[in-house]
């Protein structure tokens, strides 16, 4: 048995949570549910499932036991109130826009965005959303681009490639004293790193693909509900909805509307493979930040370096800001080569480090940012992200870190 009165610190919480529910033949890992209906030995029991009188399941495109266990751990990790997961983070996203706007609402958001979040957005003015992408470093700028019809606010913590960090907390302030949504994309800093509920956010993302996974094996997302927002004040929720507490009006809406209705369910193996991961999130994560610092410090100081973009260097332009409410500074940063050096013939020389475009694996992985995640963008748009045609984007993983010096020390000098 757990004895749920001994503290717990994130890792242990996380280590042990399964067994806070009663767990089949006392197995230490959440088992894997394959079935995707559930049958009911008195049908007067599926009708109160069915109509959230009783918890339960029903079928599994809108929840699944193994699922549930993860979605549980996350929640604890993000201090939730609740907690949905799909099968990628950008389902999580599109779930939470599609489930609570409607045509004619507006959203702000950030300049500086994850590239599929941006097409995403672009997505959502088709259908008479509208949008506004501002720099969201400077809450001025997020200010003045609300309307009266601003549903929601949407920002990551740090902005890849170029480690942008939004102006988070004031953000936060601001929404609250306008009865806005504040969704704060968790994912480049993970909850081991920040809680976006520290500074104020409704609902939190997290692309679980990434560090929460780490192994790079496994695609899923979650949203979380921190419990901050009251949507008694949000114009979109269902009445249907309403008949539970208000704090859970929004997620079960993301639920049904966002998860049932779109359908970007998360399988139970994955969900699997992502729980494991997630019990060394902060192990792996202590490693990859004092890898990339290493690493960030050694690049800048190098003479065929032109610039290190990294929150953890004391010239970046919000480091005391990350400083103050980050634990570490990312294992995420950005550099550009000296003109002269080509990032192509640069990234072949990698021995270790691969060119890959994924971020958060356990490897080191590259990517040279203009001529692959930001091609489709233009020059135009590139140019106004600050994204040079030589940017190399590093996500750094948890190698020995003498290895990692030693790499990019050769191909510098090849
Ligand atoms: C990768 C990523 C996503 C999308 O996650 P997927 O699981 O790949 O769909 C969303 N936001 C950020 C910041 C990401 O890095």
């Not at 599929?116 to 259908?127: A, H």
């Not at 509208?130 to 809450?139: M, Q």
């Not at 640069?346 to 691969?354: E, P």
């Amino acid at each position: 048995m757990t004895n749920a009165k001994l503290p717990r610190g994130f890792t242990t919480a996380i280590l042990h949570s399964d067994r806070d529910a009663a767990i089949e033949h006392g197995a230490l890992h959440k088992p894997l549910h394959l079935s995707v209906a559930y049958g009911y030995r008195d049908a007067r029991e599926l009708a109160a499932v069915f109509q959230g009188k009783t918890q339960g399941y029903v079928y599994g495109r809108q929840g699944n036991p193994t699922t549930a266990a993860l979605e549980a751990k996350v929640n604890a990790m993000e201090e939730g109130v609740a907690t949905v997961c799909f099968g990628t983070g950008m389902a999580a996203i599109g779930a939470a826009m599609l489930a609570l706007l409607k045509a004619g609402d507006h959203v702000v958001s950030s300049q500086f965005l994850f590239g599929n979040t941006n097409s995403l957005f672009g997505t959502l003015s088709g259908l008479g959303i509208g949008v506004a992408l501002v720099d969201a470093t400077d809450v001025g700028e997020v200010e003045k681009a609300l309307t009266p019809a601003t549903r929601l606010v949407f920002v990551e913590t740090i902005a890849n490639p170029r480690t942008q960090i939004a102006d988070l907390a004031r953000i936060g302030d601001l929404c609250r004293a306008r009865g806005i949504v504040y969704v704060v994309d968790n994912t480049m800093t993970s909850p081991w790193l920040f809680r976006p509920k520290s500074v104020g956010a409704s609902l939190v993302v997290n692309a679980l693909t990434k560090y929460i996974g780490g192994h790079g094996n496994a695609l899923a997302g979650s949203l979380t509900d921190t419990g901050l927002y009251d949507w008694t004040g949000y114009p979109n929720i269902a009445d249907s909805y309403k008949t539970q507490k208000p704090a859970l009006w929004g997620i079960t809406q993301i639920r049904k509307k966002g998860l049932r209705d779109w359908g970007a369910t998360l399988t139970p193996e994955q969900a699997h493979h992502i729980a494991v991961g997630a019990e060394t999130l902060a192990l792996r994560m202590d490693r990859q930040c004092a890898n990339a610092q290493a690493l960030a410090e050694y690049l800048a100081a190098h003479a065929k370096v032109r610039a290190v973009h990294y929150p953890g260097l004391a010239a970046h332009p919000q480091h005391a800001l990350a400083r103050e409410r980050f634990r570490a500074y990312g294992a995420l940063f950005a550099f550009e080569l000296a003109p002269d050096i080509d990032c192509f013939d640069f990234l072949n020389r990698l021995g270790i480090v691969v060119s890959s475009s994924n971020l958060g694996d356990n490897r080191t992985l590259a990517i040279p940012v203009a001529h692959t995640i930001f091609w489709e963008a233009g020059a135009e748009r590139r140019a106004a992200m600050g994204i040079a045609d030589s940017l190399i984007r590093v996500s750094v993983g948890i190698e020995d870190r003498d290895d990692l010096l030693a790499d990019f020390a050769q191909a510098l000098a090849g």
